[in-house]
């Protein structure tokens, strides 16, 4: 019969480690008796250095965290809350119909008698902040009407059939629209059409 | 008038209507948009309109037309062309026959994105005023949120190489304007709707109307609503 293997002995320790081990029991002022003081030792040793690195790590974590992430964040969900005022805060390009009609009245009176009450101004005119911050010195670009009314009018098959689309070759020979039409009220022999206007643009 | 253009629309705007109030609270709004296919001309208004407001680099779009030609009961197989993000117009339609219609493409501002749920940063979000926004020093450009969008509304901007997409005009809807693209639409067929204002007409039009978003399977949560979409449109 083979004999029992015993494990091994947790008392034979070098006489150094012995003083070591006792040093840390006073620090842990539960000092364990016999075999399992020496065994305990050994596991607080290893244990301290595990939780000094992860204390270490630990504040180290959080100390960069306070440092690296905005203050922002998580303000509203998880992302940077400034980021909502800085898109907000980007300038406009279009000054909308509303500030054109703050000051072209007479555009507005015109405009009301045709169908083309409901074309904002800029849709033609394009960008102009610029000209309302400063109407006196930045003046809108004169525009050419055989290019703008052709963007909208030109014949489509895909248009609407009810929206009024020309061939423009066929219909004005390379003339510009504002020859016969007025932009602001298009239609030729509206002097009579007292017509309201009853569509407005929301 | 030295006042910045968002100011004197202010002025206006406060004089005339009230409830455009400049204390703009995030938790009181929610944003969509109603596009009505029947009225669009696809002039290319609303795309140029988005790229100067926007600065949106050339070749690249954060709004586009699309226009479709489905022949007869081939609905599930539509032509589509979008020359230029239809940026210059369209040329004369060859199909006459069939049913043609123009459809404009933006970011549906989804409340529940797929692209803001796969970056890995935080860099994109919904907004409590329900804008789905990107944060341009946050993106990493690292491409997953315009892998996922199934709207394709998503671009890296080459100039920046990060993500960039419709803002739905953030810079001017808390200004209380309307955005761009529906600023200078000539026949109203893109309108701003605030779902969380009970005086916005959009109310009325969703009570009234058949009212579709796009890839509703899809569970997105899409705010942008098609009046008279075929259902052709992907």
């Known amino acids: 019969m083979t004999p029992i293997t015993t494990p091994c002995d947790l008392n034979h320790r070098s006489p150094h480690e012995s003083q070591l081990s006792k040093s840390i029991a006073q620090i842990c002022a539960q000092p364990a008796p016999g075999i399992w003081r020496n065994h305990l030792f050994k596991d607080i040793e290893h244990l ?18 306070v440092v690296v992430v905005p203050k922002s964040f998580g303000q509203y969900g998880h992302y940077r809350g400034a980021a909502i005022a800085e898109a907000a805060a980007r300038p406009v390009a279009f000054a909308g119909h509303e500030t054109c009609e703050a000051c072209h009245t007479d555009v507005v009176d015109q405009k009301k008698q045709g ?6 101004c800029e849709a033609c005119h394009g960008a102009q902040a610029k000209h309302a911050d400063d109407p006196a010195s930045v003046k809108p670009p004169k525009l050419d009407t055989a290019v703008v009314c052709a963007r909208c009018h030109e014949a489509n098959s895909a248009k609407p059939k009810a929206f009024p689309q020309v061939a423009t070759a066929d219909h004005s020979q390379g003339l510009a629209c504002d020859t016969c039409h007025q932009p602001h009220r298009p239609k030729i022999d509206d002097q009579a059409d007292t017509k309201p206007a009853t569509k407005v643009k929301k | 008038m030295l006042l910045p253009a968002a100011a004197v629309a202010w002025q206006y705007l406060q004089a005339g209507t009230p409830e455009a109030s400049p204390n703009y609270k995030l938790t009181e709004h929610w944003w969509g948009m109603l596009i009505d296919i029947p009225k669009c001309i696809g002039c290319g208004s609303c795309v140029r309109a988005c790229a100067e407001e926007n600065d949106v680099p050339e070749g690249y779009f954060r709004t586009w037309i699309e226009r479709y030609h489905v022949a007869d009961w081939k609905i599930e197989r539509p ?66 949120c ?28 808390t200004k209380g304007l309307t955005t761009a693209c529906c600023e200078v639409c000539p026949t109203g067929a893109r ?38 979409m075929d259902g052709s449109v992907r």
Request: aromatic residues 8%; charged residues 15%; proline residues 8%.
């Open chain 1, 115 to 120: 169908r083309h009450v409901v074309v904002p």
């Open chain 2, 191 to 228: 309108q701003l709707a605030d779902l969380k204002n009970p005086q916005d007409p959009i109310h009325e039009f969703l009570r009234t109307h058949t009212v579709q978003v796009l890839k509703p399977h899809m569970a997105t949560g899409a705010k942008v609503f098609y009046n008279g």
């Open chain 2, 79 to 144: 032509e589509v062309e979008s020359p230029n993000g239809g940026k210059q117009g369209f040329p004369p339609n060859q199909e006459t026959t069939g049913k043609n219609f123009f459809v404009p493409k933006l970011c549906n501002q989804c409340a529940e994105s797929p692209c803001t749920q796969v970056c890995p940063v935080g860099a994109t979000f919904v907004t409590p005023d329900g804008v789905v926004l990107v944060d341009k020093s946050y993106c990493l450009g690292c491409r997953y």
């Open chain 1, 48 to 65: 301290v250095r595990l939780a000094a690195v992860i204390a270490i790590a630990l504040i180290a974590f959080v100390a960069l965290r």
């Open chain 2, 146 to 173: 315009v892998q996922a969008c199934p709207y394709g509304c998503r671009f890296i901007n080459p100039k920046t190489n990060t993500a960039e997409k419709c803002s739905l005009c953030y810079h001017r809807i």
